[in-house]
């Protein structure tokens, strides 16, 4: 399945805002870590394999939207050499009964896989949409999931957000 670009549009910047404030970032500030130097296409991959380990702890059978990472600045930096990358996908269950064990497998299993859940709790939508942030430091890496019941269909929507990576000396940005 293909994202609506509208759907994208609205969705990315609401859970970019909501991942570049969450405690991945420095305890004593608001900085967005460092996740090293890499191209852009090769960060990209390293944020797609992120996602792929999320998919894993679903543990329910469904299908994932058809989506690539992106491309985005890092705050306050450099837009030539510093970049982070985002992979927003959402993941349709194959039976809309199995959105919420999705769910509770994801806020279960997280944890045990280096991830540190931040927020979790319902949003300020009118659906009243559950909403689980986490991060993992070791992968400088953030995940916002929303639990999207009230969606026709129902569905996971999954924003993974790296922290900054600075470009090999010589190279340029990829924006994609």
């Known amino acids: 399945m293909k994202i609506k670009l509208s759907a994208l549009v609205l969705a990315v910047p609401l859970a970019l805002t909501t991942l570049t404030g969450c405690s991945m970032n420095d305890r004593e500030s608001d900085k967005v870590p460092s996740a090293g130097t890499s191209t852009s296409r090769d960060a990209s991959d390293v944020m797609e394999k992120v ?27 450099d837009k030539e050499t510093y970049f982070r990358i985002f992979h927003p996908w959402s993941f349709y269950p194959a039976s809309a009964s199995d959105l919420d064990e999705a769910m509770k497998r994801l806020k279960t299993e997280l944890p045990k896989h280096g991830w540190e859940i931040v927020e979790y709790g319902p949003d300020t939508s ?11 430091d070791k992968k400088k890496a953030s995940v916002n999931i929303v639990h999207m019941e009230k969606n026709d269909p129902p569905k996971l929507s999954l924003t993974v957000v790296s922290g900054c990576y600075k470009v ?9």
């Not at 059978?61 to 990472?69: A, C, I, M, Y």
């Not at 090999?168 to 994609?176: L, S, W």
């Open 126 to 136: 009118k659906n009243k949409n559950l909403n689980l942030t986490a991060d993992n």
């Open 168 to 176: 090999p000396d010589g190279q340029e940005v990829e924006r994609f």
């Open 51 to 77: 996602s792929s380990g999320i998919y894993d702890l679903i543990g329910v059978k469904g299908k994932t939207s058809d989506s690539r990472p992106g491309v985005m600045d890092c705050s306050g930096k």
